[in-house]
């Protein structure tokens, strides 16, 4: 062999053992960069999952907010309407009841409830107190009940009250005792 087939063969050798190590170090260059891009795709997943939940997290708040705002201001709308319809409820009963005053059954309701009181005192003192209301109807009312009766000074709406001092019982028949207990149960 000449020098120049040894230098050709000795070339090819080098350029193959060359493109060989060239080729590995490029698989290798590859794989480290194909590793990288991998770590580099998962950092970026996680961190891009993690910012999504955030959001979430903080629409989720946002929409809670909204949302009890919304139950509160409803809720305050609703008892306003419920205090609204029920002002206008006792106002119409007070009316009712002022044009019940002025009619005979008034009267004999009256009637029923001192009798009511002087059975339930029995023998013992009683002093039953009417309206000022209804002044005009005491002498009917003391005729009918055969009892003493007493305008009393407050103003109760109609209706009466009793007292029986030996027992220490106080019979409360009156309108706005029994209006305001109406009021308190709605």
């Not at 919304?70 to 119409?92: I, M």
Request: charged share 35%; hydrophobic share 40%; aromatic share 6%.
């Amino acid at each position: 062999m000449k020098i120049k087939e040894k230098m050709e063969v000795f070339r090819k050798f080098t350029i193959e053992l060359a493109s060989k190590e060239s080729e590995a170090s490029l698989r290798d260059f590859q794989s480290s960069c194909d590793r990288k891009m991998e770590a580099f795709r998962r950092n970026r997943q996680a961190e891009m999952e993690h910012i999504y939940q955030v959001e979430e997290a903080k629409i989720r708040r946002e929409a809670n907010h909204e949302i009890s705002r919304e139950l509160l201001r409803q809720k305050r709308s609703v008892d306003n309407c419920k205090k609204e319809w029920k002002a206008r409820l006792f106002g119409r009963v007070r009316e009712m009841l002022a044009e019940y005053q002025k009619a005979e059954a008034y009267q004999e309701y009256l009637a029923a409830k001192i009798g009511m009181a002087k059975e339930l005192a029995g023998e013992e003192d009683l002093i039953i107190y009417i309206n000022p209301s209804d002044a005009d109807k005491k002498e009917a009312l003391e005729a009918a009940a055969g009892v003493s009766l007493t305008v009393s000074a407050i103003d109760f709406g109609g209706g009466i009250r009793a007292v029986i001092r030996a027992r220490n019982i106080l019979i409360d028949e009156s309108f706005v005792t029994k209006l305001e207990q109406e009021e308190a149960s709605l």
